[in-house]
Structure formats: C-alpha cells, structure tokens
C-alpha cells in the first residue's frame, strides 16, 4: 500500500466547502468521484485544511493510499476530467505514515477586500465601499504577534481541544483598489481568518478602537468578534511541510 498527496487548487463558488459533507456539494467529493474513474475503484480522500462555502484556495492538499503505482500521467488525465474550477497542481509519493493534516507547520491565508464596484474581482473579493483607517487596522493586525489563545476567533461548536495559536505574520497590504490582509500561523480555528478580518474592518471603520480590539481577545468570547464577511473575500494561499514529506515526488 503506498500513500500519495494530492496537490490543488480551486474557486469556491459553486461548493458548500473543502471537506466532504452530506447533502451537500463539496470539493472533496469532486475530486473522489473522479479518482474513482480513474483508478476504477473508491478512494477515501483525507484533507488538509478545510475551507468553508465559497472560500478558494490557490495550493491544498488530501492525502490517499492505493495499491498500485500511479504514474505521473494521472495528473493530466485528473485535469482533463474534473470541472473547470478545480485543477490539481501535483502528485507526490509520501511515506506510508505522512499526514497532509497533522504534518502541516503552517498555513497562509489573503483576505481580498474591494473598495470599488468591479465586476473582474466579483466572486473573488468582498466588495466594502467604506473609508477605512489603514494605520489603526494595521495597529491591530500587530497586536495579534502578543497573543497565543484565539478563543474569540473560533466559531461556536468547533470540535478542538486547543484554542492556541502560533501567529506568524499578520498585516494588511495596500493594494489597487483595495486591500489584502495576510495571515500566516501554525493553525487556524474554525472561521477565525473571517472573525480577524471582520473584527479588524471594525478598527478600520472606528466602530471599534485598537485597545477594544485587544480586550475582545482577552475576553476569549466569540460573540464579541464579526464574522460577518463572506467567504468569497478568502483565500488558502498555501500548507507548508517540513521538506522531507515531498522526498519522493512523482509528478
């Protein structure tokens, strides 16, 4: 038996999230159904990050194990067959006992924020036609490097046993019309991404201070944080690895 990873890429959109769920259209379950084509047989996919409804992601990854070799091949019959917004960028030979989830040492993520209507960004950033404070959003993305419990970023009846958190960059971009905000960590919490950047919208609108921007952190309460922002505004930039899980690649 022989484990692969599975690298993609994919919008959104059209699915109810990353993860396979019942009743409902999922990445995941995309991607099974194909394989299954391919290797003429089911395969039990396990996910790296799961994303929520209408979030993209420009690198994920699920893990396999199957019987036999897959030749490199697979990665152009795999494209040539899945719908047009999923694509999968690679195929790796891992040991038996490596982990897409557990051996993950960090995550990054863009939040895409529009400040003007344009119908190019539609479906790829939220549209906040507002002036906003960028020094005070950029103070309170800063504030984040002193804390390690983001209780208050993680949506209600998550199943974790930590709320602890590695924060390892955090800071808002200017770009043309509009902004992104990055964040980078060793994990994240369920909704937490969207719960920092509606939060910080906050700041930046002064419906909220830096200083009460503090306090909702060390309140460890979500209701106080805004989740508020559609998923379409996020995006998965990249799952990192220790360099040894990719010795054996194979497309």
């Known amino acids: 038996m022989s484990r692969y990873f599975l690298e993609l890429a994919y919008m959104g ?16 379950a995309e991607v099974e159904q194909v394989l299954a084509k391919i290797l003429r047989k ?6 790296s990050s799961r ?26 019959n795999f494209n040539a ?7 999968v960028k690679g195929l790796y030979l891992v040991a038996d ?12 993520y863009a939040y895409h924020i529009s400040l003007t209507k344009d119908p190019f960004s539609y479906g790829r950033a939220y549209y906040f036609p507002y002036t906003l ?10 504030t984040l490097f ?22 390892e960059q955090s800071n808002w971009e200017l770009v043309e019309n509009g902004f992104i905000y990055h964040v980078r960590a060793n994990r994240f919490l369920r909704g937490m991404v969207r719960g920092l950047t509606g939060t910080m919208l906050k700041v ?45 690649v194979t497309g």
């Open 13 to 28: 959109t059209r699915y109810a999230g990353f993860q396979r769920q019942e009743n409902a259209h999922s990445v995941q």
């Open 42 to 47: 089911p395969v039990i996919l396990t996910g």
């Open 51 to 76: 994303t929520d409804a209408g979030v993209h992601a420009l690198q994920n990854y699920f893990h396999f194990d199957t019987e036999h070799p897959i030749p490199a091949s697979l990665v152009y």
């Open 81 to 87: 067959v899945l719908p047009h917004d999923i694509v």
């Open 97 to 108: 006992n490596a982990h897409c989830r557990f051996d993950a040492v960090a995550r990054k």
């Open 133 to 142: 404070d960028v020094a005070a959003m950029q103070a309170a993305a800063q």
């Open 146 to 167: 002193s804390y390690h419990d983001f209780t208050s970023f993680s949506k209600r009846n998550t199943q974790v046993k930590t709320f602890l958190c590695q924060i």
């Open 204 to 248: 930046g609108r002064g419906k909220l201070s830096v200083d009460g921007f503090r306090e909702i952190i060390e309140k460890r309460d979500c209701t106080l944080a805004d989740f508020a922002v559609p998923g379409h505004g996020l995006f998965l930039e990249k799952v990192e690895y220790p360099a040894h899980v990719f010795n054996k």
